[in-house]
């Protein structure tokens, strides 16, 4: 029987993962309901506002939910927000038994669904492959528990760990395969993070290229399809001494950006540019109010594509829940530029640990994903 309730809950999952670039704020979530073995139901979270998995699972299922079992990757909300309570509409439709994943670590709703359903009868089991439906949203439950998004920073190296030439010069030294996987990763998070002197150095405009997230067809059930657009990640950059001005190319897109600043400019800037203010004693952006202040905006995932000093700086303050490092088999030698810029460490256990959580070929380069080891 164990082996069953794995198997729909995996499903649910795989549900839930078809919600990755369109749910935010929200977590991703799926559901699947079952009668006799059967799967008569299955949803999951398209986007916010819009209803939730069981919802849409309930939906699909109709009167056969009566008496059912629904897998649900993530405790069912009790509360009015957006869409009515999950909690609420699983009661009426009948459903005997609920088997959830993980507790949603919301402090508004943790904890409170489970309680609703068990006093109106409904059977209720916790933590089937809690581990697996908590990396789905591993960002949503960052920011609940801690007030900050999950970061990743990416970095292209050579394998001497070398950024750029001493002059500068970057482009390209990973391959077309890196920089498309890395188009990807840009699609998974609600902000990129950069300052101005990368800014400035490379021109970049921080966008998901068009071809990679237009007018996309994504399956809602089984028998239904829609058509969704992707948002482009808002673009956060940090510029305490006001180096950037409106003629680079980052301001050639129309969405949203922040300037992350210590005084105001007198520039004329575009409605989507949003001058930012953090007052520090120390006349530097102080990186831990940066990260709580993007928390409170609703940022579950920050992706960082920055030089070596902001990458320090983070590495430093343990600030990166994972480095994502694209290297190519390039040597560039000793003038030129660094991946982190570091205090000096006396000693080998003084280091900053990571462990390797994934290496794997990208085109002719490596990809190699690791974590803190705190």
């Given amino acids: ?6 198997r729909y809950m995996n499903h649910a999952i795989k549900l839930a993962y078809l919600g990755k670039y369109t749910t935010s704020p929200n977590p991703n979530v799926g559901c699947v309901i079952v009668k006799n073995n059967n799967i008569v139901g299955e949803g999951w979270h398209i986007k916010a506002g819009s ?32 869409t009515p309570p999950c909690c609420k509409e699983l009661i009426k439709s009948g459903i005997k038994k609920v088997i959830i994943s993980t507790l949603d670590p919301n402090p508004r709703i943790s904890g409170k669904g489970l309680l609703e359903l068990k006093k109106n009868g409904i059977i209720v089991e916790i933590g089937l492959l809690k581990k697996k439906a908590e990396r789905i949203n591993k960002g ?23 950024t750029a030439l001493a002059n500068g010069q970057s482009k390209w030294i990973t391959s077309i395969t890196s920089r498309n996987d890395v188009q990807k990763f840009r699609m998974l998070n609600d902000a990129i993070l950069s300052t101005s002197k990368t800014i400035i150095s490379d021109n970049s405009k921080l966008i998901i290229q068009k071809k990679f997230f237009s007018n996309r067809k994504i ?7 829609i058509r969704i657009n992707i948002l482009q990640p808002l673009r956060i950059i940090i510029d305490s001494k006001n180096l950037i001005t409106p003629m680079y190319n980052l301001f050639n897109y129309k969405s949203k950006i922040w300037l992350i600043r210590l005084k105001k400019d007198n520039n004329i800037w575009p409605k989507y540019v949003k001058q930012i203010i953090l007052n520090s004693s120390n006349k530097i952006i102080d990186l831990v109010k940066l990260m709580y202040m993007i928390g409170k905006t609703n940022i579950n995932n ?22 994502i490092l694209y290297v190519a088999p390039k040597i560039l030698g000793d003038l030129s530029r660094s991946s982190f810029i570091i205090p000096k460490i006396k000693m080998i256990s003084e280091g900053y640990k990571f462990k390797f959580n994934d290496i794997k070929y ?5 990809r190699i994903i690791l974590t803190p080891k705190h």
Wanted: overall charge positive.
């Fill in 140 to 162: 949503f439950f960052k920011r609940m528990k801690k007030g900050m998004p999950f970061v990743q920073l990416k970095l292209a190296i050579s394998i001497d760990g070398k």
């Fill in 362 to 366: 990208i085109g002719s380069d490596l």
């Fill in 302 to 323: 920050l992706w960082v594509e920055s030089g070596a000093s902001l990458a320090g700086s983070l590495i430093k303050l343990k600030l990166v829940d994972e480095l």
């Fill in 51 to 82: 209803d939730h998995a069981e919802i849409n699972a309930l939906k699909m299922a109709g009167h056969k939910s009566n008496g059912a079992t629904a897998y649900i990757t993530m405790e069912p909300c009790n509360h009015y927000g957006r």
């Fill in 219 to 225: 399956l809602i059930s089984t028998n239904k399809h």
């Fill in 1 to 6: 029987m164990k082996m069953y309730k794995k």
